[in-house]
């Protein structure tokens, strides 16, 4: 079981608004970890040290270590809250994870010859990403840090479904368990801005009755008066 990562926390009693309140301002980050073959457990982390972790992908895609006052249990990330307003960690929950049980979480997509890919460098197509993560299933020893989407032989409306990914050994995708292939990735034609063709044909329709218009208006002022000779 690969280890990227080492979260040291402490086990706290207190619960409830007031005590994850007291908490925050000692910089301390409420947390949970539950699952496994143990109880659901209250922690606290350090707020300083997850500040450096969460701007890591791999904190989230991979296994960390979580000492609890000297005792080490594997787990995933299930879940950061952050703050609306600061960037301030809210609340983490943790998931234990054992050897031979089935973990599901999400997975960054590492797309790769973007640039070079036919679609784009030859046919000028723009790409658009429908993910960025895909949640999967594997047992720990099967866990890989990201999955991989070569675009090298992409061209113009060509586009990867779930089904199209090369998945490692022993990493499923529960999406397509149920029947969803959605697409990840599509080389379409760029928009060229085309006028409507109803606003068009209004301002066509609206030339020649301006232009008849214009005469009347013309003929129906009254003439000015000449001034009177002295």
Known sequence: MRINFEINAESRKDQGKGASRRLRLAGKVPAIIYGGSGEPAALALSHQKLLLLIDNEKFYSTIVSVDV????????VKDVQMHPAKNAIVHVDLQRVLEDQPIRLHL????LNEASSPGVKLQGGTVSHMRT????????KDLPEALEVDMGAMSLNDTV????????AGVTIPELAHGH????VVIHAPRVEVEEPVAAEAAAAAAPAAAKAAPAKAAAAPAKAAPAKK
């Open 69 to 76: 006052e000297g005792k080490k249990q594997p787990a995933i």
């Open 108 to 111: 960054p997509i590492h797309f």
């Open 133 to 140: 993560d895909i949640e999967i299933s594997c047992l720990p």
């Open 161 to 168: 479904k779930l089904s199209d990914l090369k998945l490692p």
């Open 181 to 184: 292939d959605a697409p990840v």
